[in-house]
């Protein structure tokens, strides 16, 4: 038998706080998660860690729905949180949601 | 010219015998094919005289129109410079005209009163633009479209960037006007058809073009009919016969063109529209042939290139001897060479009872195809938006190629028709040999592909030299490349021009070339005017974007941080742990107590784990946490200290020996020189890190000798060098050159960065721009020339006005906050709670 659990969803900010092309981090006690804002406003929430050597893919540069991580260039798409071409390894994604202009992130059940 | 001087005397006396006497009168496209072809043919038959009415040597008159719009300089579009004349023995006359030809006499006399004899004549007198006499038409400010002295008057008027009316929604109408917006001008087409283009394209097509034509901001008026143009001394407007008035600094009429046939007239010759020429190109005078656009063969007249050039190869046969050769008039396909707009129509495609059509519209995609059938074979074919499989429909109209076989998928085009996949490559591979590829120039698939075997070529380049395929308008450029990879296979690289990413097939000069043509300004106006394939460019084109902006319009455009590294975006270098170092500035590496003591406070107050000297004389606090760095900024900046640009593409360092203050063998001062030249190029950015270093003597402790710029003090003065490398690659400088004053120096110096800034390709370091642009061009701009110095040092200090803002005294007084904060912290919540 399965129990739904019903998420609880935090809010951290506004949209306007994330610039276009860019993202920000939410620090938790598990780590920090980057919340990243695209070009056409959709937003996206990964573990700000990249899976190659653990860079701040929050410092990267967001282009279409991936980031660029800063320490070696490796590409993560946002919608998967997989690393592109050639490399291999994954990040964890959050639920994200944009209501009237406020950021609801996922709060992680552990 | 030297050419001229090679004297008609001789020539007569000494090979007078063996060589028949040739003149041209023209020096324009159709006689320097015919030439070509006939030097290829038999070079030793002719003894060469060509009379060119316009002052220069022989060019691309269709390629006028990227003149026009910036996106080629006239030495690009020269088809035989001065050194063909040469080689062939040809002499030539430029900017002298042929008046008179006296055909009994076999001579003919130039506006400078020059008498020439020749034993066979060839007129190619071309035409002249057609002037409408309406009242004010002779006022100055109207001009017409033929020649590069009309490009220039064009680009003359366009820089007071006011308005122009263009007359004429015709090919030459609409380039003129494209390139008129380009140059910044406001622009109307007045057309007097209904559609434009109405002899190339039908009324969908002439629509959708008429929208492209729109969307780039230049207004279309049809059904225009041109009352007068307005105006005291210079054109102010023009009058619709409606009573509309059009505002016009410029008035451009490209309304058609009248062959040049008086001359011939005047000497007898058979004249109709144009001078009368048989199959064999002769006139009515056999000893005289005509070519180009003032021959009138089969009642037609001739104005695209490509039956001119086979009027050309004819004339060639027939004076090398070749008899048989004529010239019949085939179906002509037309481009619009106008960058971003894809046209294509070819053949006959009026409406009529015993003919068919068969359409594609995909009006989301801005594609319209049509081709007219008759008696099962393609007649016309008109195409707009996606033209890739014109050739292969132009060569089934020339062919008269059956089509009922593959009628119901013909408009998808060869890939389709021959059940095999959607692969261009493949397309072109299914093409006969006897394919056209080049219209410009006639030049068939099989003949590429036998040259590019035969002569084991490799690149579009040697195509282009070898077949003249691609070398004219370059529509085809696409067709030949494919050609290329079909037959050579792998070994085929294209890497004339590497693409700056995948996100566009351009390379970084022309990206950086198109900037400043186009007027491009934004990163995504650059994007949509130059066709990105992504939505947004990628982490390697928008940084090179961002700084080709930036350092083309310096106080124009707006740096947009989201497109730089993070390192440039928050002015720290980031480390693998995802904390940041902090350099400050030591102007020539020099320091003090009160600077030494702030630092070492700093690293105190903010538990700066490490401390280090770096290699250009100053010193690196590294680990600093990301949300500490505004609070160490601001206490650096109180003791007067501002950012290293440790982490940018810009001015590093400028390392200095003590010089003549303390070094006994100092013969200037190295370190005064130094702190100069770093306050002076601070804050700069350039392609890749710039460094730099003074030594006081040739014993070089500074090390200048393997900087990107370094100057070594002798007694006279100061050698400066530059190009060195002490990285992935070790290399010594060059020289530059020698100055003897401090100032000159600096002014050369400033020069080079400013050269640099505008040649280097983003991430190119000097020495690598040196390697590719030559060392002795660089000097000649920046050493040799001291105008082009002054200037390049000037628009460097312009930019500077721009770019000397401390960027950590901007971030301690708020900017870009949001970079130094979470934006939420679940921790600190959880904590309150």
Sequence with gaps: MNIILENTWLDIGALDDIPRHGARIVKTKQGCIAVFRTADDTVFALDDRCPHKGGPLSQGIVHGTAVTCPLHNWVISLETGEAQGADKGSVRCYGLKLEGGRLLLEVPDE | MSARKKSKNTALTAEAPARQRLVVIGNGMAPGRALEKLFERNPEAYTVTVFNAEPRVNYDRIMLSPVLSGEKTFDQIVIHGDGWYVKHGITLYKGSSVTQIDRAAKTVTSARGLTVPYDKLLIATGSQPIIIPVPGHALAGVLSYRDLDDVQAMLLAAKSRGTAVVIGGGL??????????????????????????????????????????????????????????????????????????????????????????????????????????????????????????????????????????????????????????????????????????????????????????????????????????????????????????????????????????????????????????????????????????????GVCKGKITCTITSLSLTSLDDVRSHTKASASCGSCTGLVE???????????????????????????????????????????????????????????????????????????????????????????????????????????????????????????????????????????????????????????????????????KGLRTVKTCVGSDWCRFGTQDSTGLGIKLEKYLWGSWTPAKLKLAVSGCPRNCAEATCKDIGVVCVDSGYDIH????????????????????????????????????????????????????????????????????????????????????????????????????????????????
């Excluded at chain 2, 009872?353 to 081709?371: M, N, P, Q, T």
């Excluded at chain 2, 390697?540 to 730089?564: F, I, M, V």
Aim: a negative charge; one cysteine or more.
């Design chain 2, 722 to 833: 530059f190009g060195g490398a002490a990285g992935l690659d070790i290399k010594g400088t060059e020289v530059l050159g020698h100055v003897s004053t401090e100032a000159e120096a600096i002014e050369v110096i400033a020069a080079l960065t400013q050269l640099y800034r505008e040649q280097g390709r983003y991430l190119e370091r000097i020495y690598k721009w040196m390697k590719r642009v030559g060392r002795d061009t660089i000097r000649s701009h920046v050493i040799d020339d001291v105008e082009r110095r002054r200037a390049l040092c000037e628009r460097f200090e312009y930019s500077q006005k721009f770019a000397q803002i401390d960027p950590w005294a901007e971030r301690v007084a708020g900017k870009d906050s949001h970079e130094f904060r979470p934006i939420a912290d679940t921790t600190k919540a959880e904590a309150a709670e």
């Design chain 2, 482 to 648: 494919k050609l290329l990879k079909v037959t050579l296979g792998d070994a085929y690289n294209p890497s004339a021009v590497q693409p700056m990413c995948p996100c566009t097939d351009l390379g970084h000069d022309d990206v950086r070339r198109l900037i400043v043509a186009k007027t491009l300004k934004t990163i995504p106006g650059l994007m949509q005017a130059l066709e990105w394939s992504s939505s947004c460019g990628c982490a390697k084109c928008r940084p090179a974007l961002n700084y080709y902006l930036l350092s083309t319009w310096p106080g124009e455009y707006k740096d947009d941080g989201q497109s730089r590294f993070i390192n440039e975006r928050v002015h720290a270098n980031i480390q693998k742990d995802g904390t940041y170092s902090v350099v400050p500035r030591m102007w020539g590496g020099m320091t003090s107590a009160r600077e030494l003591r702030a630092i070492a406070d700093v690293v105190e107050k903010f538990n700066i784990p490490a401390v280090k000297c770096t290699g250009g004389q100053r010193i690196d606090m590294l680990g600093v946490k990301k949300e500490d760095l505004p609070a160490v900024w601001a206490d650096l900046n109180a003791a007067g200290m501002v950012s290293g640009a440790a982490y940018a």
């Design chain 2, 172 to 441: 030459l109408g609409l380039e003129a006007a494209v390139g008129l917006k380009a140059q910044g001008m406001d622009v109307t087409v007045v057309h007097l058809a209904p559609t434009l283009m109405e002899r190339q394209l039908d009324v969908p097509a002439g629509s959708l073009l008429k929208e492209a034509i729109e969307a780039r901001g230049i207004r279309v008026i049809t059904r225009a009919n041109t009352k007068a143009i307005l105006g005291e001394k210079k054109a102010e407007a023009v009058l619709l016969e409606d009573g509309t008035r059009l505002p016009a600094d410029l008035v451009v009429m490209a309304v058609g063109i009248r062959p040049n046939a008086q001359l011939a007239k005047d000497a007898g010759i058979t004249v109709n529209r144009g001078i009368v020429v048989d199959e064999t190109m002769r006139t009515s005078d056999p000893d005289i042939f005509a070519v180009g656009e003032c021959a009138e063969s089969h009642s037609q007249v001739f104005g695209l290139v490509a039956p001119l050039y086979e009027m050309a190869g004819v004339i060639a046969a027939q004076l090398a001897g070749y008899t048989g050769a004529t010239f019949k008039p085939s179906a002509v396909a037309t481009k619009l060479k106008v960058t971003g707009i894809n046209l294509f129509s070819a053949g006959d495609f009026a409406d009529g009872k015993d003919r068919e059509e068969i359409v594609l519209r995909d009006a989301a995609r801005g594609i319209y195809k049509r081709l007219v059938l008759k008696d099962d074979k393609i007649i016309g074919a008109v195409m707009y938006g996606d033209v890739a499989d014109g050739a292969w429909f132009f060569d089934m109209i020339k062919k008269g190629s059956p089509v009922s076989e593959m009628r119901d998928t013909l408009i998808f085009g060869p890939s389709f028709a021959g059940g095999t996949p959607l692969d261009p490559t493949a397309a072109v591979a299914a093409l006969p040999d006897e394919a056209e590829i080049c219209g410009c120039n």
